[in-house]
Protein backbone atom coordinates (compact mmCIF):
# COMPACT_ATOMS: atom_id res chain seq x y z
CA UNK A 1 0.00 0.00 0.00
CA UNK A 2 2.57 2.36 0.95
CA UNK A 3 5.85 1.52 -0.96
CA UNK A 4 8.97 2.65 -0.01
CA UNK A 5 12.01 3.17 -2.79
CA UNK A 6 15.42 3.38 -1.75
CA UNK A 7 18.85 4.01 -3.21
CA UNK A 8 22.38 5.30 -2.68
CA UNK A 9 23.79 2.46 -1.28
CA UNK A 10 27.46 0.69 -2.61
CA UNK A 11 30.74 -0.08 -1.76
CA UNK A 12 33.04 2.72 -0.45
CA UNK A 13 36.46 2.98 1.33
CA UNK A 14 36.28 3.80 5.21
CA UNK A 15 36.31 7.65 5.88
CA UNK A 16 34.08 8.12 2.17
CA UNK A 17 30.74 9.10 1.92
CA UNK A 18 27.21 7.95 0.50
CA UNK A 19 24.09 9.41 0.51
CA UNK A 20 21.21 7.26 0.92
CA UNK A 21 17.49 8.19 -0.21
CA UNK A 22 14.07 6.57 0.80
CA UNK A 23 10.59 7.93 -1.38
CA UNK A 24 7.54 7.18 -0.16
CA UNK A 25 4.10 6.57 -2.53
CA UNK A 26 0.87 5.73 -2.36
CA UNK A 27 -2.24 7.00 -0.96
CA UNK A 28 -0.92 8.82 2.22
CA UNK A 29 -2.53 11.44 4.16
CA UNK A 30 0.69 11.61 6.32
CA UNK A 31 3.43 10.57 7.84
CA UNK A 32 5.29 10.89 11.55
CA UNK A 33 8.50 9.27 11.48
CA UNK A 34 11.02 8.46 8.52
CA UNK A 35 14.00 6.62 9.51
CA UNK A 36 16.95 4.29 8.59
CA UNK A 37 17.61 1.00 10.59
CA UNK A 38 20.28 -1.54 9.81
CA UNK A 39 21.56 -4.83 10.34
CA UNK A 40 25.14 -6.69 10.31
CA UNK A 41 26.01 -9.75 9.60
CA UNK A 42 25.01 -12.16 12.77
CA UNK A 43 23.59 -8.81 14.08
CA UNK A 44 20.11 -7.44 15.36
CA UNK A 45 18.69 -4.53 13.69
CA UNK A 46 19.17 -1.51 15.13
CA UNK A 47 17.82 2.05 14.51
CA UNK A 48 20.52 4.59 12.45
CA UNK A 49 18.10 7.64 12.80
CA UNK A 50 14.91 8.96 12.91
CA UNK A 51 13.34 12.37 12.00
CA UNK A 52 9.69 13.23 12.83
CA UNK A 53 7.34 15.58 10.88
CA UNK A 54 8.66 18.78 12.89
CA UNK A 55 12.05 18.25 12.39
CA UNK A 56 12.84 16.62 15.69
CA UNK A 57 16.10 13.87 15.10
CA UNK A 58 17.34 11.46 16.91
CA UNK A 59 20.41 9.16 16.38
CA UNK A 60 21.93 6.40 17.52
CA UNK A 61 25.15 7.36 19.26
CA UNK A 62 27.87 5.12 17.03
CA UNK A 63 26.62 7.70 14.18
CA UNK A 64 26.65 11.14 16.12
CA UNK A 65 28.15 13.65 14.53
CA UNK A 66 29.29 11.75 10.91
CA UNK A 67 25.65 10.83 9.80
CA UNK A 68 22.78 13.36 8.96
CA UNK A 69 19.11 12.58 8.55
CA UNK A 70 17.20 15.18 6.85
CA UNK A 71 13.55 15.11 5.33
CA UNK A 72 11.56 16.32 1.97
CA UNK A 73 7.98 16.23 3.59
CA UNK A 74 6.33 17.54 0.25
CA UNK A 75 7.83 14.63 -1.73
CA UNK A 76 7.82 11.98 1.20
CA UNK A 77 11.12 11.33 1.27
CA UNK A 78 13.89 11.11 3.60
CA UNK A 79 17.87 11.13 3.45
CA UNK A 80 20.50 9.94 5.23
CA UNK A 81 24.15 11.47 4.39
CA UNK A 82 27.00 9.31 5.98
CA UNK A 83 30.47 10.91 6.24
CA UNK A 84 33.39 9.33 7.59
CA UNK A 85 32.28 5.96 7.53
CA UNK A 86 33.39 3.06 8.78
CA UNK A 87 33.95 -0.64 8.55
CA UNK A 88 31.43 -1.20 11.12
CA UNK A 89 29.00 0.83 9.35
CA UNK A 90 28.89 -2.15 7.14
CA UNK A 91 25.13 -3.16 6.77
CA UNK A 92 21.44 -3.83 5.20
CA UNK A 93 19.92 -0.35 5.84
CA UNK A 94 16.49 0.08 5.66
CA UNK A 95 13.89 2.48 5.27
CA UNK A 96 11.03 2.99 7.92
CA UNK A 97 8.35 5.09 7.34
CA UNK A 98 5.03 5.06 10.02
CA UNK A 99 2.54 6.54 7.98
CA UNK A 100 -1.76 7.13 8.57
CA UNK A 101 -3.32 6.32 5.43
CA UNK A 102 -6.63 8.18 3.88
CA UNK A 103 -9.77 7.39 6.57
CA UNK A 104 -7.75 5.85 9.34
CA UNK A 105 -7.00 7.12 12.64
CA UNK A 106 -3.51 5.28 13.44
CA UNK A 107 -0.41 4.95 11.53
CA UNK A 108 1.22 1.84 11.10
CA UNK A 109 5.03 1.19 9.94
CA UNK A 110 6.04 0.56 6.67
CA UNK A 111 9.62 -0.34 5.01
CA UNK A 112 11.92 -0.62 2.70
CA UNK A 113 13.47 -3.10 0.74
CA UNK A 114 17.42 -2.72 2.43
CA UNK A 115 20.02 -1.37 0.53
CA UNK A 116 23.58 -2.41 1.08
CA UNK A 117 26.63 -0.62 2.31
CA UNK A 118 29.53 -1.89 2.59
CA UNK A 119 32.60 0.17 3.88
CA UNK A 120 35.98 -1.94 3.06
CA UNK A 121 38.94 -0.93 5.40
Known amino acids: QVPLVESGGGLVQAGGSLRLSCAAS????????MGWYRQAPGKQRELVATIFSGGSTNYADSVKGRFTISRDNAQNTVYLQMNSLKPDDTAVYSC???????????????WGQGTQVTVSS
Open 26 to 33: GSIFSINA
Open 96 to 110: NARVRLPYYMSYRDY
